[in-house]
């Protein structure tokens, strides 16, 4: 049951242009969203989040939009750079008080190459 | 301010045989959580340590099992390993009483294969 799914398992990019990857899920009760970032032999980093109540929120360069009605969140990154370069991955959490921030469920993660 | 440590990074064992991984949090955190990964997926939730209890379990056989200590380390054993076990295995640390924006610390992870 792949309640998180990206369903791009890669994307390519010229460097200066825009990276949009996708995400959607089927649990309508994930309050929480978050992208992760991870690259070669490194676990995964965080890159930026947004609660349910939340339709965009921006930090630098990245930008994750969120659209319950269609279940569906995308992740922008402008301008696109070659360090971008890694595996991102979607990642949902439900609130249920401290019991339930301990739990991720991610997708499958999408290879982004940003080309020089 | 130290991160998410884990270790051993590369193991390889045997079929049938018993392992264990061990996560020290990053600084302050009191909460350990074990993710595997297998190759071309993301990460799955194993389980969830907090005050030395288990909270939270995925949907992972019994053969997977873990422990967490007073100083909030943990351990994940993982018994008769199969073929299918082979993944990197992930540690995150979090604080229980903090917010979903205080995020989850993730280890480098420790690569296990199986042969």
């Known amino acids: 049951d792949q309640q998180v799914k990206q369903n791009s398992p890669s994307l390519s990019v010229q460097e200066g242009r825009i990276s949009i990857l996708n995400c959607d899920y089927t649990?309508?009760?994930?309050?929480?969203f978050l992208w992760y970032k991870k690259y070669p032999a490194e676990g995964p980093t965080f890159l930026i989040s947004?609660?349910?109540?939340?339709d965009k929120n921006e930090d630098g360069r990245f930008t994750v939009f969120l659209n319950k009605s269609a279940k569906h969140l995308s992740l922008h990154i402008v301008p696109s750079q070659p360090g971008d370069s890694a595996v991102y991955f979607c990642?949902?959490?439900?609130?249920?008080?401290?019991?339930?921030?301990?739990?991720?469920?991610f997708g499958q993660g999408t290879i982004l190459t940003v080309h020089p | 301010d130290a991160g998410v440590t884990q270790s051993p990074t590369h193991l390889i064992k045997t079929r049938g045989q018993q392992v264990t991984l061990r996560c020290s949090p990053k600084?302050?955190?009191?909460?350990v959580s074990w993710y595997q990964q297998a190759l071309g997926q993301g990460p799955q939730f194993i389980f969830q340590?907090?005050?030395?209890?288990?909270?939270q379990r995925g949907n992972f056989p019994d053969r997977f099992s873990g422990h967490q200590f007073p100083n909030y380390s943990s351990e994940l054993n993982v018994n008769a390993l199969l073929l299918g076990d082979s993944a990197l295995y992930l540690c995150?640390?979090?604080?229980?009483?903090?917010?979903?924006?205080?995020?989850?610390?993730f280890g480098e992870g420790s690569w296990l294969t199986v042969v």
């Open positions: 340590y907090y005050e030395e209890e288990e909270r």
């Open positions: 990642a949902a959490s439900k609130d249920a008080g401290g019991t339930s921030y301990g739990k991720l469920t």
């Open positions: 995150a640390s979090s604080l229980w009483f903090g917010t979903w924006e205080n995020g989850w610390y």
């Open positions: 600084s302050g955190h009191d909460t």
């Open positions: 947004i609660s349910s109540i939340k």
């Open positions: 649990n309508s009760m994930f309050d929480y």
